[in-house]
């Protein structure tokens, strides 16, 4: 990435190297549509052990950048703020009857059981609770929202308030996921937002973020609804 300062790189190669893999494999599967071999009708199972393999190593070679990671503080705020983001995520069911979300990444795509089975749940459940959180965190709240306050967001310290800053990674987040999930992404990001600035740790937010993927992960198991995931 030219014309940015390695913190800068640190920051957003991961996210968009990330996106670019999911956009990758919409393009595969438009393409594989009606191929009978799973590799192109289904790239999901593919793409996304290769997002764990590609953005983890980024986080590795990176990490001397991430010092802020290092900050641990407010993590009791963050698991709240992580279960009330799970209840935003699937209260449209439980008050409103929303039909159940069925379609999406199956583990027992290769077998109900045995290796292939568990090798699919351990890969999806790092990808979801590890993976995600920190490439997202450090996008959303370590980079842009302090890059809207000012533009070396090296020099402003994490959790700086703004109402232009709170209002746009708020709004932004949700072009992240699905058009049906904006309400609830958008609340998830607002608080993903309060985390930051009442803990001023960008630990707090990974581990927020975490917590919420982690139940959600175990509600899909639990209802086999793999389109929350």
């Given at each position: 990435m030219?014309?940015?300062?390695?913190?800068?790189?640190?920051?957003?190669a991961p996210f968009?190297?990330?996106?670019?893999?999911?956009?990758?494999?919409?393009?595969?599967?438009?393409?594989?549509?009606?191929?009978?071999?799973?590799g192109w009708a289904h790239p999901q199972y593919w793409i996304f052990p290769l997002q764990i393999l590609v953005c983890g190593g980024m986080l590795l070679h990176y990490r001397k950048y991430y010092a802020e990671l290092k900050v641990c503080r407010g993590l009791s705020w963050a698991v709240v703020a992580g279960v009330i983001a799970l209840g935003v995520w699937i209260a449209p069911q439980w008050l409103f009857g929303a039909p159940a979300r069925v379609d999406g990444f199956q583990p027992h795509f290769f077998g109900p059981d045995g290796w292939t089975y568990w090798m699919n749940v351990i890969a999806r459940f790092f990808r979801l609770v590890v993976i995600v959180p920190i490439v997202e965190e450090l996008f959303w709240r370590g980079f842009l929202l302090?890059?809207?306050?000012?533009?070396?967001?090296?020099?402003?310290?994490f959790g700086t308030f703004t109402w232009k800053s709170f209002l746009i990674v708020s709004v932004a987040f949700c072009f992240e996921h699905n058009r049906p999930d904006w309400p609830a992404a958008l609340v998830t990001s607002v608080l993903y937002n309060l985390v930051a600035?009442?803990?001023?740790?960008?630990?707090?937010?990974?581990?927020?973020?975490?917590?919420t993927n982690l139940l959600l992960g175990f509600y899909v198991l639990k209802t086999q609804q793999w389109g929350f995931w």
């Open positions: 030219i014309g940015v300062t390695p913190h800068e790189r640190a920051n957003l968009f190297v990330f996106l670019g893999l999911l956009l990758f494999g919409e393009v595969i599967k438009s393409i594989g549509e009606g191929y009978a071999h799973w302090r890059y809207i306050v000012r533009e070396d967001f090296e020099n402003v310290p600035y009442r803990t001023r740790s960008l630990l707090a937010c990974v581990v927020a973020h975490a917590v």
